[in-house]
């Protein structure tokens, strides 16, 4: 689904993108929707960087769990700070996932905030000793740009964190309204780096949505597809890019590819072109890194631009639908007091 090319003192201040390296998990893109993405020179911008050597954590059972959109993924060679909810040296663990699980069960409460928001495990038996399996779970002040204690290859822990009901949601502010999406660290943190990052910038100048298709005849408004009906096109979402004219852009690497529902935020390739879904595609078999969930009334608005006037092109040999006239937005943050709503299922 990529766009046609040339279409138109412990702590630590250490850039957020630093924390969430990225694993390579998908499967290859369904071939049907590749598109050609664009590509646009930049000037460098020091904040898209990255630490190599993270690696997975169980990576079967991760798959599978994976699979019902159950995501628990942190980042290797890298440890945390924060305010202590549960000590490692009391509560031990099998595997990193454990552990993130264990702190998303403190964040389950429908108010307030959560009480866990970030663990910290040991998981080398050879690097870790006697703290082998030690699983802390801690509090940030906040989790959107959480505290390093220490990153890089000799760091022997793994971090992650959890984001509350409220927590996590930053919002594209269109002239036809706001979407709000809720982040998914736990499935992308890398992802959820560069997001930090962007609004960091305090601008975002080039990112926009260029193409727009409707549900059309094939799913209904809750994203069920209709029996008998041909899965597009139209193909049932707005495809746009998070590109920041001026910025450096570097290639995301592979995240989690949970099933694409309707609401569904994901990375087409490695970025910065992405998609919002209208439907619920099964078809696509878990081709693409999911980032965000659309806060379920807010739809409306992804529903509006989708039925925007349009022109018909064909990229790749796939038929689309081309903007008219490119929705231009700008990438803020929403606190808590700001956002009541539920994400969309």
């Known amino acids: 689904m990529r766009r046609r090319s040339n279409d138109g003192g412990n702590r630590r201040s250490i850039p957020v993108i630093l924390l969430f390296a990225g694993f390579a998990t998908c499967c290859v893109v369904y071939t049907g929707i590749i598109l050609a993405r664009r590509r646009s020179p930049s000037s460098n911008l020091s904040l898209f960087s990255s630490i190599g050597g993270f690696q997975r954590f169980g990576a079967a059972e991760e798959d599978e769990a994976e699979?019902?959109?159950?995501?628990?993924r942190g980042s290797e060679n890298l440890e945390l700070w924060g305010f202590s909810v549960k000590w490692g040296t009391d509560f031990r663990l099998n595997s990193s996932r454990e552990c993130c699980k264990a702190c998303k069960e403190m964040c389950n409460a429908r108010d307030g905030p959560c009480l866990c928001n970030s663990w910290v495990f040991c998981g080398d038996r050879e690097k870790c000793k006697e703290k082998f399996g030690e699983c802390?779970?801690?509090?940030q002040e906040d989790p959107m740009f959480p505290h390093i204690a220490d990153l890089g290859p000799g760091v022997m822990w793994t971090s992650g964190i959890v984001f509350g009901k409220g927590e996590g949601i930053i919002a594209l502010d269109t002239d036809h309204g706001i979407i709000r999406i809720k982040l998914r660290p736990e499935c992308a943190p890398h992802s959820m780096g560069f997001l930090s990052d962007l609004l960091k910038l305090k601008y975002s100048v080039g990112c926009h949505f260029y193409r727009a298709e409707p549900r059309g005849l094939a799913w209904d408004d809750q994203g069920d597809h209709i029996e008998n009906e041909p899965k597009g096109p139209p193909y049932g979402l707005i495809q746009g890019t998070l590109a920041v004219e001026g910025s450096y852009f570097k290639e995301l690497p592979k995240e989690?590819?949970?099933p694409l529902r309707r609401g569904t935020v994901a990375w087409i390739g490695?970025?910065?072109e992405f998609l919002i879904s209208l439907a619920n595609h099964d078809e696509w078999h878990r081709s693409?890194?999911?980032f965000g969930t659309v806060v379920s009334e807010?739809?409306?608005v992804v529903e509006a631009i989708a039925e925007l006037p349009t022109r018909a092109d064909e990229w790749n040999g796939v038929e689309v639908k081309v903007l008219?006239?490119?929705v231009e937005f700008k990438v803020v943050r929403f606190k808590a007091s700001e956002s009541e709503g539920e994400t969309s299922s």
């Open 324 to 326: 008219k006239k490119p």
């Open 288 to 290: 693409f890194t999911t």
């Open 136 to 139: 802390w779970l801690k509090r």
């Open 67 to 72: 699979g019902f959109g159950d995501c628990c």
């Open 270 to 272: 490695s970025g910065p």
């Open 256 to 258: 989690a590819c949970t």
């Open 298 to 300: 807010d739809m409306a």
